[in-house]
């Protein structure tokens, strides 16, 4: 009697054993195939969008006044981790943006060139780095961005620049969190 319940209640942890290794085994082979270590983000990206609507502007507490991008819904400091791969997502519906690196700083405060030469036109072979620009982002569109270049970045619009100070800080740096986020403007993105 004691050795029949026994034997069930084995080959009952046998069976959930195969079942499980399984299943971990296959999901583990499909989410380890980049070199890079994954991402801590669910749906790692950034929105883009113009600063006069819905996105907002954000008094950052470090580093000043950022705007038009964002890790949520509205702007604030970006913060993401080396070795990301992740999208930048234009969010308007009637508005082309792009995201340029404009340089890099050591720290706040971020010292903002007057009149940048920001390319329309994609550079850096789609990594985050000194002269990476994603090019033309149209509504709702978006492009691929990997971080394999630890440092913290000045980024600004192309076209949105000077006129909508369209600039935000991302920092690439293991651990770093994203700033507080702005209050919604008005209307859409
Ligand atoms: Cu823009």
């Not at 054993?17 to 070199?35: E, F, H, R, Y």
């Not at 580093?63 to 070795?83: C, D, E, I, R």
């Amino acid at each position: 009697m004691m050795r029949l319940e026994r034997l069930g209640a084995s080959l009952a942890m046998l069976i959930a054993c195969v079942s499980a290794c399984t299943n971990g085994g296959g999901l583990g082979g499909i989410s380890t195939g980049g070199s890079g270590p994954p991402s801590p983000l669910p749906s790692a990206g950034v929105g883009i969008a113009i600063p006069t609507g819905k996105i907002g502007v954000e008094d950052d507490p470090v580093w000043g006044t950022v705007a038009g991008y964002t890790q949520n819904k509205t702007s604030q400091v970006l913060a993401l981790p080396p070795g990301a791969k992740i999208t930048l997502e234009n969010l308007s519906s009637n508005t082309p943006h792009t995201l340029n690196v404009i340089g890099t700083t050591s720290g706040p405060p971020p010292k903002w060139p007057a009149n940048p030469s920001l390319s329309f036109t994609p550079k850096g072979n789609g990594v985050l780095g000194t002269g990476y620009a994603s090019g033309t982002i149209n509504p709702g569109a978006s492009v691929t961005v990997t971080l394999s270049k630890p440092g913290i970045y000045l980024i600004g619009c192309a076209y949105h620049y000077i006129e909508f100070q369209m600039r935000d800080i991302v920092q690439v740096v293991a651990g770093a969190t994203p700033g507080p986020t702005a209050s919604p403007g008005s209307g859409g993105y």
